[in-house]
Nanobody
Framework: QVQLVESGGGLVQPGGSLRLSCAAS????????MGWYRQAPGKERELVAT???????NAADSVKGRFTISRDNAKNTVHLQMNSLKPEDTAVYYC?????????WGQGTQVTVSS
């Protein structure tokens, strides 16, 4: 079955950058809507950005202009380039995969923005 493995999280200072990656196993990546979500302590999980199989992207207002989602179907990967990071971006970031018949989450990767 499909598995999602996130990487790239860590500790970064405000204003810094991180690039998250999500590697998917399985054969359905190319037809799936991929996304990044995040959840901070005490808060609900929220959508960060999504990208369709055709490359159409959507991003939350809170990250618009700072974060960019992209995908490489040949490598079964999706990325989230995060620039100009703010302390309020601190959260566990989850990779998601969705098709008409399945939906799953990765285990998450911690992003901490602090001086």
């Amino acid at each position: 079955q499909v598995q999602l493995v996130e990487s790239g999280g860590g500790l970064v200072q405000p204003g810094g950058s991180l690039r998250l990656s999500c590697a998917a196993s399985g054969s359905i990546f190319s037809i799936a809507i991929m996304g990044w979500y995040r959840q901070a302590p005490g808060k609900e999980r929220e959508l960060v950005a999504t990208i369709t199989s055709g490359g159409t992207t959507n991003a939350a207002d809170s990250v618009k202009g700072r974060f960019t989602i992209s995908r490489d179907n040949a490598k079964n990967t999706v990325h989230l380039q995060m620039n100009s990071l703010k302390p309020e971006d601190t959260a566990v970031y989850y990779c998601s995969l969705r098709t008409s018949f399945t939906s799953l989450w990765g285990q998450g990767t911690q992003v901490t923005v602090s001086s």
